[in-house]
């Protein structure tokens, strides 16, 4: 149990375009589910937390309208990087909490390349 | 000041050895988490172990058990008979009461060779 799923696994994109990602939990119900990104061999970076039905809340330093949070059900949450630069090129991961401590149960990522 | 602490940032284990990877944290709050996570190549993190504060005996989890000092503040991470599938980033974590999100460490790349 407890499987979060991310789509798509990787994307290559043109600068200045719009990238989305969806994060899906697909045995159970998430009403939150929680945004990172990590650059090569560093730690996760929490950038928002997703909150179904209502607005997301970004870490500090994340800019709201550069990457745009949807939680529009209880199974998926989405992020959208828009206009998307050379320096947004990361590995983007979403969770949410499950099981008996709530502990985060991860996606598998998303790598993505802006040229 | 880190809250979550891992010292080791690569570890060389040989095949059917154990090791152990240190993480310490710093939280005043008598009532936190701890996590440990496995990130191999693919990207993916992989829920390992976890410990309460509370609790009386050290977590076990199959090959992984979790060598909680509470006076020292450290949650190491003992992986017994290693195995070439064990090479992976290793990331503790702890999440105190009142939150629900847990702060990560920078991780430990653990590399076991044959």
């Known amino acids: 149990g407890a499987v979060v799923s991310q789509h798509p696994s990787w994307v290559i994109c043109k600068s200045g375009t719009s990238v989305k990602i969806e994060c899906r939990s697909l045995?159970?119900?998430?009403?939150?589910m929680f945004w990172y990104r990590q650059f090569p061999k560093q730690s996760l970076m929490l950038m928002a937390t997703s909150n179904e039905g209502s607005k997301a809340t970004y870490e500090q330093g994340v800019e709201k309208d550069k990457f745009l949070i949807n939680h529009a059900s209880l199974t998926l949450s989405t992020l959208t990087v828009t206009s998307a630069h050379p320096e947004d090129s990361s590995f983007y991961i979403c969770s949410a909490r499950a099981g008996l401590h709530n502990e985060q149960f991860f996606g598998p990522g998303t790598r993505l390349t802006v040229l | 000041a880190q809250k979550i602490t891992q010292t080791q940032p690569g570890m060389f284990v040989q095949e059917k050895e154990a090791v152990t990877l240190d993480c310490t944290y710093d939280?005043?709050?008598?009532?936190?988490?701890l996590f440990w996570y496995k990130q191999p190549s693919s990207g993916e993190m992989i829920f390992l172990i976890y410990?309460?504060?509370?609790?009386?005996q050290n977590a076990t989890e199959g090959r992984y058990s979790l060598n909680f000092q509470k006076a020292r503040k450290s949650a190491n991470l003992v992986i017994s008979a290693s195995q070439l599938g064990d090479s992976a980033m290793y990331f503790c974590a702890m999440r105190e009461k009142g939150s629900y999100i847990p702060t990560f460490g920078r991780g430990t790349s653990l590399i076991v060779h044959p």
């Open positions: 045995d159970f119900q998430a009403t939150t």
């Open positions: 939280t005043s709050d008598p009532s936190y988490g």
């Open positions: 410990q309460g504060s509370y609790d009386q």
